[in-house]
């Protein structure tokens, strides 16, 4: 196949827009001085040596880790199940549910944490101010729609109704065709969700800012506390922050490619 030089001019060069700020903000990390010159004058592990022995960085990557696992679990936990109801026997509700996943997305930030404050202040019985909880239970709408779009791409391009009714003649239960059948064939969907929903998470700021600030710090919160002070461990702390989503990435990429090879 005859690659077009145009085309693959353009593919380098969105591709080194988009890697550029990466690789400026990592330069930076380990700039001893970078003022007046194309490059850094030299590099040194001092910044990143002052960030590891701050007390304040492991407590943040150790509170955003807590949040993204107890994130993850409680949304796949409440939104995938209903997704796959929804579709499979509540066409109706499905409806409405493309319309209210978007919901948070239209609703300024502010606006969303204002009201969880309400509801989880104790006007409703349920104290969860400054701790992990309110987060953890906040994100989940937030997370809804990173599950419902590519969960549903899967799912229209299946015909859900023949397999239901073919698990039917064979006296297959509901739950053990949406185990067996159903969820294995949107597991893409589920693993792309869970990617994004674990992105977002380690990524907030207005929620974590105004739910639970200095009580519950996070790393997005120590990113906000240290803007004033030393440009090279911001960027430190940046480049973490990509490692640690990086990381997280590949690891579910790698555990979804063996379940793929073993079945």
Known sequence: MRLDPLRLGLVALLLALLFLPILAVGLNAFAVDWAGSVLPVGYTWRWMAELWADPRFATALQNSLILAVGSLIASA????????????????????????????????GIVMALGLLRIYAGNYGLVLTGS????????????????????????????VQDLLEAGYLLGISDLKLQWRVILP????????????????????????????????????????????????????????YFAVVLLATTLVSLIVMRRKEST
């Not at 064939?185 to 969700?193: P, T, W």
Request: charged share 5%.
């Open 132 to 159: 992990p909880w309110l987060l953890i239970w906040g994100y989940i709408p937030l997370g809804a729609s990173l599950y419902y779009v590519p969960m549903k791409s899967s799912l229209n391009a299946m015909a």
């Open 185 to 240: 064939c949107v597991r893409q969907g589920v693993v792309i969700g869970l990617i994004l929903n674990f992105t977002l998470v380690i990524s907030e700021f207005v929620y974590a800012n105004l739910l639970v600030g200095g009580m519950f710090p996070t790393m997005q919160i120590l990113m906000y506390v240290m803007r004033g002070g030393s440009g090279h461990m911001l960027s430190v702390l940046i480049m973490v």
């Open 77 to 108: 936990v409440i939104c995938v199940p209903a997704i796959l109801a929804a579709h499979c026997y509540f066409p109706k509700v499905d409806r409405w549910l493309a319309g209210l996943v978007v919901l948070p997305y239209a609703v300024p």
